[in-house]
């Protein structure tokens, strides 16, 4: 099961994930970045500080919610990877695509 939890910010949504984030969580992740857009929440900041472990599956529906988000004129930017997590990122090159932060507070304020 997917956790996360929300967290509004003026000029963007803070999403908190936790825990492990594996292929049985795609569909309720990609559902999330629908409900996302549907509800004109495009500026998306991915708290990755709490989650240990994610794989391939996610890593792709990452990418489809950030060009989801893109298309809508927002993005989606990151923070708090673990070494394992950013690894990941660094292998598939994905961190060219996404926008990594070391802290919140970076992150929230590259929407300004």
């Not at 967290?7 to 990609?30: H, M, T």
């Not at 409900?35 to 794989?55: P, W, Y």
């Not at 990452?62 to 060009?67: D, I, S, T, Y």
Request: glycine letters at 8%; a negative charge.
């Amino acid at each position: 099961m997917l956790n996360y939890f929300e967290e509004e910010r003026p000029n963007c949504l803070i999403v908190r994930f936790e825990g492990d984030i594996a292929g049985q969580d795609d569909k309720e992740l990609r559902k999330m970045f629908v409900t996302l857009v549907g509800e004109g929440k495009h500026n998306v900041v991915a708290d990755m500080s709490r989650v240990s472990f994610l794989d391939s599956i996610i890593l792709g529906t990452l990418v489809w919610g950030m060009k989801n988000l893109r298309e809508s004129d927002g993005d989606m930017r990151m923070f708090g990877l673990h070494s394992f997590v950013l690894r990941l990122f660094d292998i598939t090159q994905l961190d060219r695509a996404f926008r990594i932060f070391a802290t919140e507070d970076e992150a929230v304020a590259s929407y300004d």
